[in-house]
Each structure stands twice: as structure tokens, then as C-alpha cells.
């Protein structure tokens, strides 16, 4: 059994997929196996978040003592590494591979890599905390690393561009998640939280000044009527947006000698 007090030892070896663990003798509990406490606590995480998942309560919901748990998982962070990589397998990399040329491809791994953050509040904190080298995350990686590289950008450009367009869409599927998250517990529809914040500040008399240059920008954002819809506007857009600068660092990695040719040296291409 690998415990908690062990890998903060090593934090950079940290993880459920670099560990062998040793089988239990005998049998686990009847009707329990590792896929059902994943995915039992993936609805716990979904509906309560990080901080109230433990084994007891995980125990209960499966309908086992929480030493059950044990015969499949050693610690709680298992458990969330089990479950980082299993939403990553909700990723369509099907989708991905039918959609074409690399910008169709780098959209659709974008857009599918939003919602899931959005539907998985829990896997923003989540994906930065551990490793993410179980088979799912890798197989996406696999995909975003292939359509980076079919961009015709040299190696050493590939992995900017790589974060540029990643990096983005995991801070804002956060953002939306914690968005969605916080007008639920305000028991508010996402329209009527962004609605009420709005009007908290907008028309303050301390606030007047301060906004007095957001005014026209928040007017026209509130003018949508539905915040999904601004959600998928501004996403939809702010890619179009890295895509095309993609696009043009290609070209100018592509210029004739005298610009900055694909050959060119680290410090001529700065």
C-alpha cells in the first residue's frame, strides 16, 4: 500500500500511473471493482466537489465499508487521478480525426476540452494538481501534439502554440465551471447571476467612475440575453483568433532568407 506521507516524499514521481501496485490475496468485496468507485465518485465530485469527497462518504454511496475501498485503491488521490483520466475520455478524438485539416482539429479538441471542464467543475484544480499520464490524457495529448505539429511550425515553436491554444481553453472552461458552479449554489439560473452582478456595481454611484470606460462593453455583452450564448461567442471567436496567429507565424517562419526563414536561427527569429 503506497500512503499519502510517502509521496509527498516525491511529489514529482507522485502518481497512481508510476506505481505497481501489489494485489491483494483473496477477493474484493462482491459487486465492486475499480470502474464502479471511479465512476461513484466522479457523480460525487460532480455534485459536491473536491473538498467533501472522502472514503467514507464514497463507501456509502457504494453501499461498502470504507476499508472495501482499499482492495482497489490505496489513497484518496488515486481515486481523483482514476477519475481525471476517465473524463478525459470524454474527449471524442474520433471526432477529432474526422474533422480534417489541423485547424478543424485543433477546434474540436478545444471545444470538446471546454465542455468537459464545464460539466467537471472539480478538473480544472484537479489536472494541475497530478501527473496526467493515465491512457486517456495521453491519448488526447497525442492528438494535440499531432495537429500542432501539422500546423508547419518548426519544433521548438510547436509547444508555445501548444499552450497558447490548451492554456486558454483550460482557463476559460475554468472560469465558466466556476461560473455555472457559484449562480447554482446561488440557486440562480447563469442569466439571472450575471444579470444581478451586473446590476450590483453598474449602477452604484461609488462604481460609476470606476466602469465609466466598461460601460459600452458591458451594455453590449448584456444585450445578448443568454450568457451560453456570450460563453460560446467570445470562445468561438478568441480561437478564431490564436488560429489565425498560428497561421501567420507559419507564414513567417516560411518567408525568404532576409525575414525569418524556417531556418533561421533562435536569436533571428526573436
Do not use: C
Request: net charge negative; hydrophobic share 40%; glycine share 8%.
Amino acid at each position: 500500500m503506497v500512503k499519502a506521507a510517502d509521496r509527498a516524499k516525491n511529489p514529482a514521481r507522485s502518481s497512481v500511473w508510476l506505481e505497481t501496485r501489489t494485489a491483494r490475496s483473496g477477493g474484493g468485496p462482491a459487486g465492486l471493482d475499480r470502474d464502479r468507485i471511479v465512476d461513484a465518485s466522479i457523480r460525487m465530485l460532480d455534485e459536491e466537489g473536491l473538498a467533501k469527497l472522502s472514503m467514507r462518504k464514497l463507501a456509502t454511496e457504494l453501499g461498502v465499508t470504507a476499508m472495501s475501498l482499499y482492495w482497489y485503491v490505496d489513497t484518496k488521490d488515486d481515486i481523483i487521478e482514476f477519475a481525471v483520466d476517465s473524463v478525459y475520455g470524454e474527449i471524442d478524438l474520433a471526432a477529432v480525426d474526422a474533422a480534417g485539416d489541423w485547424r478543424d482539429r485543433i477546434r474540436v479538441l478545444a471545444l470538446d476540452y471546454r465542455r468537459m471542464l464545464v460539466r467537471h467543475a472539480w478538473m480544472s484544480p484537479s489536472a494541475g494538481q497530478y501527473l496526467n499520464i493515465g491512457p486517456n490524457a495521453i491519448a488526447v495529448g497525442q492528438k494535440i501534439h499531432a495537429a500542432i505539429r501539422d500546423t508547419g511550425l518548426s519544433l521548438d515553436r510547436q509547444p508555445s502554440a501548444m499552450s497558447a491554444v490548451f492554456q486558454f481553453v483550460y482557463g476559460y472552461g475554468t472560469i465558466e465551471s466556476h461560473f455555472g458552479r457559484r449562480a447554482a449554489e446561488a440557486g440562480m439560473s447563469q442569466d439571472e447571476f450575471y444579470l444581478d452582478a451586473i446590476k450590483a456595481f453598474r449602477d452604484e454611484p461609488e462604481f460609476e467612475e470606476k466602469t465609466e470606460g466598461m460601460r459600452e462593453i458591458l451594455d453590449e455583452r448584456a444585450s445578448h440575453g443568454s450568457v451560453s450564448a456570450i460563453w460560446d461567442r467570445d470562445f468561438a471567436y478568441a480561437l478564431d483568433v490564436l488560429v489565425a496567429g498560428i497561421e501567420v507565424m507559419v507564414a513567417r517562419e516560411g518567408e525568404t532568407p532576409g525575414g525569418t526563414a524556417a531556418g533561421a536561427s533562435p536569436a533571428q527569429r526573436t
